[in-house]
């Protein structure tokens, strides 16, 4: 019998299965796609994640990143890492990269998709296969979240929305810049030495081109044509009772995700991943769901801390201006997330 099935592969369920496989546990993938699989994505990886994806023996091409920059029509901050450079990377390009560290292991990925679920004390059955444990990574919103009846409201304040297009510029930048507005957030990636992605977030539904139009100076900058098609992701808050469902645990943005504002979604994945694999390996699924609260706690609670001043009217302006007077506190926070 299997020891973990994942369900999905993009980069949280590759993660996962590549802890496992260290491991030693029989693990294997479903995932019903052909990769490598796109997605609407910030491209930004922090130090954090770049050690932690270094450690599984993944390093992807991209873009290395010393800090981050925020920028409005009259300020600008910058912060820079301490503790070694994050990296810009195409979504593609680090799932292609997962993929091949997968294969290198020898881990089976099959072109299955996981419906229906039945488990009892000792084993789960999903997609024609058993297994001791299920690792659910299906993503921000996880079918098998829902179908667990784990899935909780999301909480006060409004939706918010991911949209993302490349342009082939070579980058003038080696930071991540968030560009504010009054409404939207555009944040700049190096992702190659002649591509640079743009990320807007926001909760109006509007075009890409009608929130780039928000930042002018930003726009000036770029192409009239993009390198890329615009890809979407939203509503971005999504909320779970519980990561942990008797055998089945809840990884990546289908554990939970609150925005991508703080940029830390890949860094906590590749965490969470690793805490569930030592909790099959301890045969104590019941410890995961705590596990994942105590190691997430500081991230979700600073990124929860600025979605809500970002959507009131009067915090939401001083944002930048707080960060360019007083550069030690913004590198404190850009340095815990990092």
């Given amino acids: 019998m299997i020891d973990l099935l994942v369900a ?22 479903a995932e019903p796609r052909p990769g490598p699989v796109d997605k609407a994505c910030g491209e930004g990886l922090m130090p954090t994640a770049v050690r932690a994806l270094a450690e599984l023996g993944v390093v992807p091409d991209g873009s290395p990143l010393r800090g981050i920059r925020y920028v409005d029509d009259r300020h600008q901050a910058e912060a820079h890492f301490r503790a070694g450079h994050g990296r810009g990377v195409r979504r593609t390009e ?10 290198e292991l020898g881990v089976p990925v ?33 079918p098998i979240r829902r179908a667990l009846g784990l899935s909780a409201p999301a909480g006060p304040g409004p939706a918010r929305y991911g949209l993302r297009r490349h342009f082939a510029v070579p980058p003038w930048t080696d930071c991540v810049e968030v560009h504010w507005s009054a409404r939207a957030e555009a944040y700049v990636t190096p992702v190659g030495p002649r591509l640079v992605g743009i990320a807007l977030l926001t909760s109006d539904r509007a075009p890409f081109e009608q929130h780039l139009a928000a930042f002018p100076a930003l726009a000036a900058r770029l192409p009239a044509t993009a390198a890329t098609a615009t890809r979407g992701a939203g509503p971005l808050r999504q909320s779970a009772r519980s990561r942990a469902l008797g ?26 991943a690793a805490h569930l694999v030592a909790c099959v390996r301890a045969d104590r699924p019941q410890d995961y769901d705590s596990r994942w609260r105590r190691m ?7 990124t929860a801390s600025l979605v809500r001043a970002r959507a009131h009217p009067a915090l939401g302006p001083r944002i930048v201006p707080a960060a360019a007077r007083f550069p030690a506190l913004f590198a404190t926070a850009v340095n815990f997330l990092a």
Wanted: aromatic share 2%; no cysteine.
């Fill in 8 to 29: 999905g592969g993009g980069p949280a369920g590759l993660a996962t299965a590549l802890h496992a496989a260290r491991a030693g546990l029989d693990v294997v993938v």
């Fill in 110 to 142: 099959l072109p299955l998709r996981v419906g229906t679920i039945r488990q009892d004390e000792d084993r789960v059955a999903a997609a024609g296969l058993t297994a001791r444990y299920l690792a659910a990574a299906d993503g921000l919103h996880s």
């Fill in 247 to 272: 055998r089945v645990l809840l990884v990546g943005d289908a554990a939970g995700y609150i925005d991508a504002l703080t940029g830390e979604g890949i860094s906590l994945s590749l965490r969470a």
């Fill in 296 to 302: 997430s706690r500081p991230q979700r609670a600073l």
């Fill in 94 to 103: 680090l799932h292609a990269a997962l993929s091949r560290r997968v294969a």
